[in-house]
């Protein structure tokens, strides 16, 4: 399971989004996030599913690797399933009753849009991070919030550590299935006996993992002290983020894409 989650990965390419400017991918990535909860009905839900399918495509990016990405989410999944089916009412009779508790059909229709809009929402997410290297991530993040910069607020170093905090997830992911491999060679049961047991079987996990993660924290911070770093005063960088026609089209196409979804909402119903 560890394995399968691939968020904070970068897939190098040459696609067109790959060569979107990365201000433009974390705007539209927002956006789509923001037209996604604004689709309530049918059409814009599939019309949502659509383009982040198309975009997957056009970036060259495996849909395997969206399986992959997919997969640790099915306890959420399930859990807002059972959530929302058991404890949405409506205004007519139930379908039917499990013990005392009545489904009805609001309640599944609410689990449909809340299950296409968790599996959206973390393939159009992670589409942003598969398609955008760190550096590129930080420049786009800084130039987004440097209006922040009248009020003093920190941006370069803000920038730094959310591209460092989401950097680190693969590599915390991989040490982790590194701890459970060793305490697992030494006679560790972490998948059998009850709940507790289990429980109590992560202690010898969690305490390596945090050690592994303070040393590499301390190393990275050495290793920028090392090369002078001190912040973002002064800074040059030796990509500058430029626009070109790509950005241009790829964001008219976008824009487009938004409007339709968006004009869903008036022209069908809504299933929630």
Known sequence: MLKDITIGQHFPGNSPVHRLDPRIKILATIAYVVFLFLATNAVGLVLSIAMVLALYVVAQIPLKMLKKSLKPMIPIIIFTVILNLFFITGDGDPLFRVWKISVYTEGIMFCIVMIVRILCLISGTSLLTYTTSPIQLTDGLERLMKPLNVVKFPVHEMAMMMTIALRFIPTLIEE????????????????????????????????????????????????????????????????????????????????VAFGVIFATRFFFTPLI
């Open 176 to 255: 982790t299935d590194k701890i459970i491999s060793a305490q697992k060679s030494r006679g560790a049961m972490l998948d059998s006996g009850s709940f507790t047991d289990r429980v109590k079987a992560l202690v010898p996990i969690l305490i390596p993992l945090f050690i592994s993660a303070f040393r590499r924290a301390d190393e990275l911070a050495t290793a920028m002290e090392c090369r002078c770093y001190h912040g973002g005063a002064n800074r040059t960088r030796l990509k500058q983020l430029k626009i070109t026609s790509n950005d241009i089209i790829c964001t008219a196409v976008c824009v």
